[in-house]
């Protein structure tokens, strides 16, 4: 058995917290059936770069799911959806607060139809927000969350963290809400809050002095050459988390500066004067034979590596972090269990409406019923 095997989640979300939200379930044996608009489904369909048509967004974060297509604004519409959230364990929705009332799918609502649905809902500000009604992205949601004014000059992120970390909580919550479920329960979770719930020491620090941290103000934003990142003769780089004194003893030593041990917490000028020279020792080699050189004498130094030679890496292999579902390989989860939480081998993202027809007869509805409600437009 995996660990969410029977548990049946309805996804109408679309784009990335949903997603990965849903995504972990599926990971753990739960079924997923994703429930998208007629004609262009979920967006991230088509979320650039695409591989042959397809987009391995998608692919990583919609596998193991199946996909129905339903139109919610229509009558006939609602009516298939609530006959399919009355088989349903947990309910996940990604629109702004009061879209899904308007749709007659409110928390309020659906209880009625389903007394025991775990009904998760993800959005921008969350339900009670003066905010809930605007739109945004992740790069919104991290200007308002601080994490992008850390730097001198506010960028582009590399990340989405809002997303990830919204869609995990919102996995978290459900997992909470399934282990003891006896009346129906509403999660409401806001990605700006997911987010800033992250920066427990950037807050920390400010709480605790009153200032917002920059580059350079303390050990955990680059103020100790014993935590830092230094350049290499190939233009590469090398990140230094010495932290503790065997470790930074260890380094000094391999470096062959063993004289630097005892300056680790010296006065300013001494601390510029050890970053100045682990600065012109690392200059000397390229960042691959300082990993050769550090990496196995407990130096807490690791090669700064790109995304592609982090994928290609030992450790992501023997983590199993790629997987082959069909032609497709996409990212795996890093959680590993025993017994497997999944038992069902991955399945690749479904086509959108791949499994309309199934589902459908499975909710009673007949070929002809089917077959005439798709002919409508009211599903695909």
Known sequence: MGFLDGVRVVDATRLLPGGFCTMILSDMGAEVIKVEQPGLGDYMRVTPPTKGGRSPVHATVNRNKKSIGIDLKSAEGKAAMQRLLRTADVFVEGFR?????????????????????????????????????????????????????????????????????????????????????????????????????????????????????????SLIFGSTPYYNVYRTSDGKYVAVAAIEPVFWRNLVGALGLPELEPLRFGTVEERARVTSELERTFVTRTR???????????????????????????????????????????LNSPIRTIPAMRKRPYTAAPRLGKDTASVMKALGYSRADTQRLKSKGVIQ
């Not at 009670?128 to 739109?135: A, F, R, W, Y």
């Not at 909580?169 to 719930?197: H, K």
């Not at 807490?300 to 994928?311: M, R």
């Open 97 to 217: 607060p009061g879209a899904m009332s308007r749709l007659g799918l409110s928390f309020a609502q659906v209880k009625k139809v389903n007394p025991k649905i775990v009904y998760c809902s993800i959005s921008a500000y969350g339900q009670e927000s003066t905010l809930s009604s605007m739109p945004g992205h992740d790069i919104n949601f991290q200007s308002v969350t601080g994490t992008l004014a850390y730097s001198a000059k506010s960028e582009v992120p590399f990340l989405q963290l809002g997303d990830i970390a919204s869609g995990m909580y919102a996995a978290l919550g459900i997992l909470g809400a399934l282990s003891g479920r006896r009346r129906p329960v509403f999660i409401d979770v806001p990605i700006v809050g997911s987010l800033m719930s992250w920066m427990v020491l950037p807050a920390s620090a400010y709480l605790a002095t009153g200032k917002a941290p920059k580059e350079g103000d």
């Open 288 to 330: 691959d034979e300082w990993a050769k050189a550090l990496m196995d004498k407990d130096t807490c130094a690791t090669p700064v590596l790109t995304v592609e030679e982090a994928l290609a890496s030992d450790w992501a292999k023997r983590l199993g972090m790629l997987v082959g579902i069909g032609r497709e390989e996409v």
